[in-house]
């Protein structure tokens, strides 16, 4: 069969896709020894899991038939999207109804959803897809089925030994022309790097500018689930779509998005998912409408065990990066306190992140390379520079943690000889 072109460009090898990949190969071999500091999978945390296990057994309880054995609204179940007006109303103040709020698939689709939607080819001209943080996401590089994917650099700083931040290029972002979707996480993965409040207020104005829509993806930040500090809640306005996500609170596998935004978009958006996969799992959208209602409970998982759990691997990770690195390597680590993930930086000639990818495979360790969370640009200088980083996942036990970045010295070791 012949492709068409947006099926070449969905189709073709991206860093989500070797992720997905490596995923797929660990699956197939429980207990043979490999560790995996690759995915974005959240930890195993107990209290978590029984949180959402007591919730999805009283949805099955409550009405199996009802919820899983027959359609409903694309929009999202009714008892939801009521939850999500009172929980953000009470926690952000934000003035909503339901006209503003949409369930989907996890907030990856939802943020594909937008893409599709408002970049690309148009009626007036082409629209790009702007990824005005880099480094971001892997799998923002496929929210657009068209090819036309800007991304602006971060800025690079330097903050003490062995540490450095990315700061926003206001002035790149400003200068973007001929944008459709402005798209970032925050807080970032990879990086856990957090978007002050002039930094979202400079991308939200010049997506205005361009009549493009914010995309702001919360997946990792507030109100739940925390994972990485976050300077500033989530803004309300025109022209900016939040999108929020029960995956790294603890639901990954069930897949449930949540979008906030100006009712036009997400009507545009309720009739994108009605036309292809109709709409969210429902028994698992009723397990989160009980979340949302608890209120309290759900605030205290994430402040009581999720932030805690984080903060600490990510201390762990950073004591563990000093012991086993090379003493005479320049290397440097994102700044943060919490985080599901290490942004490794190696400062170094010689350094490949491919290469070490492959090096860390043969010694039966996954990670990710840097160079995939760069999409969009073409400054040779960004990308040296993202071929000299990789991103460590912090979810593992601690154990494979340990033995991880010890086989990551080892491999750097090697590298450097």
Wanted: net charge negative.
């Amino acid at each position: 069969m012949i492709r068409s072109q947006i099926g070449a460009k969905m189709c073709s090898m991206s860093g989500l896709r070797v992720i997905m990949d490596d995923i797929a190969a660990l699956s197939g071999r429980p207990g043979d020894g490999w560790l995996n500091l690759g995915i974005g999978n959240p930890a195993l945390i107990p209290a978590a899991s029984a949180f959402w296990r007591r919730r999805v057994q009283q949805a099955t309880d409550a009405d199996f038939e009802g919820l899983s054995c027959s359609y409903g609204p694309s929009r999202g179940l009714p008892a939801l999207l009521d939850a999500v007006v009172q929980y953000f109303g009470q926690r952000l103040g934000w003035p909503i109804d339901t006209a503003n709020v949409m369930i989907g698939p996890g907030s990856q689709m939802l943020c594909f959803i937008a893409g599709a939607l408002y970049a690309g080819p148009s009626s007036d001209r082409r629209r790009a897809l702007v990824l005005p943080a880099l480094p971001d996401y892997t799998g923002y590089e496929a929210s657009t089925m068209h090819p036309h994917v800007v991304g602006v650099p971060s800025n690079i700083v330097a903050t003490g030994d062995h540490r450095f931040r990315y700061e926003l290029d206001t002035a790149a972002v400003g200068g973007t022309r001929d944008a459709g979707v402005f798209l970032v996480s925050n807080p970032s993965n990879p990086t856990g790097r957090s978007l002050s409040e002039p930094d979202l207020a400079a991308i939200v104005k010049a997506a205005a500018a361009q009549d493009a829509l914010t995309v702001v993806d919360n997946a990792y930040g507030q109100p739940f689930p925390g994972i990485a500090v976050t300077e500033t809640p989530p803004v309300w306005g025109d022209g900016v779509l939040n999108c929020f996500s029960l995956s790294k609170a603890g639901l990954p596998g069930e897949r449930i998005g949540i979008a906030i935004g100006p009712a036009e978009v997400i009507k545009d958006m309720v009739a994108f998912l009605g036309n292809t996969v109709l709409h969210a799992p429902r028994l698992a959208q009723h397990a989160a409408a009980a979340a949302l209602r608890s209120g309290d409970e759900l605030d205290a998982l994430v402040t009581e065990t999720i932030q805690p759990f984080y903060a600490a691997r990510w201390n762990l990770a950073a004591e563990l990066l000093a012991e086993c690195l090379p003493d005479d390597l320049s290397w440097y680590t994102h700044d943060g306190v919490r985080g599901m993930f290490a942004w490794l930086y190696i400062d170094e000639p010689w350094i490949d992140d491919l290469r070490l990818y492959g090096l860390m495979k043969q010694r039966r360790v996954f990670v990710v390379p840097g160079s995939y969370f760069f999409a969009g640009s073409t400054s040779p200088t960004t990308i040296q520079h993202g071929r000299r980083c990789v991103r460590i996942s912090l979810s593992a036990p601690e154990p494979v943690l340990r033995q991880g970045i010890a086989r990551l010295g080892d491999a750097l070791r090697f590298m450097a000889s």
